[in-house]
C-alpha cells in the first residue's frame, strides 16, 4: 500500500497539481444480514483495509482518474462520464459525481484523482463502498461543501443503487463514514442513529476470505433475494398496512400468511425477522461481555443465512465447520451481501495465533484454495489524511 506522501508524489508528477488527501476503510459485519435495506438492525465496523485517494480539482470540466491497482487511466469529460456505466471500477467515483450532481452540486470543474486500495475486490468487506464513500469525501473536500456524515453515506447508496445498479442498502456507507478505532457501529437503519460498543481488548476479529468472489451487481444474486423478500413484504402489507418494512413485521405475522407467499419469500422473509431479533439480543450480550452468548447468536445467524436466506456457498460451509471446532472461537459466520467472501470469526485473543493457523491448514485441506486471513482491529471511518 502507498504511504500518503508517495501517493501524493505520484498525484503531483501524473497531474502536476498539489493534491489534498482522503481514506476511507472497509468493513466487516460482525452480525445482521440483509436487514438494512428493511428498516432492521446491523453491527459492523470499520477494518483496517482502506482506499486513499490523492484529488486535485480541474477548470476544464475533465475527469482524470488513475488506478494503481488496475492500472488504468480514466480521461473524459465530467458529462461523458455521467452518462452510464463503463462496467469498471471507474462507475464507482463516478457514480459519487452523478449522485453529487443529482444532489445540486456542480462538480462540472472536473477532477483529478489517483486512487489507491488495499480493500480485498469482490470478497464481502466493501470495497466499492470504501471507494465511493473515499471519493465523495475527496470531491466535497475538493469543493469546500460541507455535509453530515449520514448524507454522505445516503449519497454514497445513491450512487451504487442508481447508477452502479446493485440495489444495497445503506450498512456499509454509514458505518465507513461513521466507524470509530476499536468498537463496533450498531446501527438502526430506519432512523440512521447508531451507539458505539467497544470490542473487548481480549478478543480479536478474524476474517477469512474463502477466495470466492462474490458480485454485487448484474444477477449476483444480491439483488434477486432483496426482490424476494420485498415479494413477501407486501403479502405481509396488505394484512398488515402498518408494517412498512419488515423490521415491523413479526414471526407470528409470518405464522399468518406465510401460506400465501412463494416458499422462497417466505423463508427470505424468516431470515430478516429473526436476524433482526438477533441483532438486538447480540448487542445486549456484547454490552454485558457475553461473548459465549454472542457467538451463538451469531452461529443462529449463519444458519439462517445459509438455510433461509440460501445465500451461502460450500466453502464459506467449511470454514464455518472449522472455526467452530478451533478452541477460542465465539462464533464464526459469512460476512456481507453473501455467495462468498470472507467469514468473521470472534477469537480469544491468547487463542488468534492458533486459529489463523488451523484454518489455513484446513481449508486447504478441504477445498485446495490458499484461503488469505486477516486479523483486524476495528478502525476510524473516513476522514482526510494530512502529509
Ligand atoms: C452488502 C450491502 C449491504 C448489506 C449487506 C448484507 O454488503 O452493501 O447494504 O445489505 O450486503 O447485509
Redesign the pocket.
Known sequence: MYTPAELAALHQQSFQAEPTLYRAPGRV?LI??????SGGF?MPAAIDFSTLIAISPRTDGRFLAHSINFNEHVDKPVNELLSGRAKSWSDYPAGVLWALKEKGINVGCGFSMTIVGNVPLGA?L?S??SVEVATAFAVLGALGVQMPLAEIALLC?RA?NGFVG?N?????QFVICCGQQDHAVMIDTRFLTYTLAPIPSDVRIVICNSMVKHA?ADGGG?NTRRAQMEAGLHILQQHRSEIKALRDATLADLDRWGSEMKPESLRRCRHVITEDERVLEAVKAFQKNDLTRFGELMYEAQLSFRDDFEASCPEIDILIDLANQQPGCYGARLT???FGGCTVNLVAAEHAAAFVEAMRTGYFAGTGIAAEIYTSRASAGAHAVSL
Open positions: 459485519n445482521g444480514e440483509h436487514t438494512d435495506y446491523v464481502g466493501s466499492s463502498a447508496q451504487e446493485a444495497v442498502g445503506i450498512m456499509d454485487l444480491y456481507g451481501g453473501g
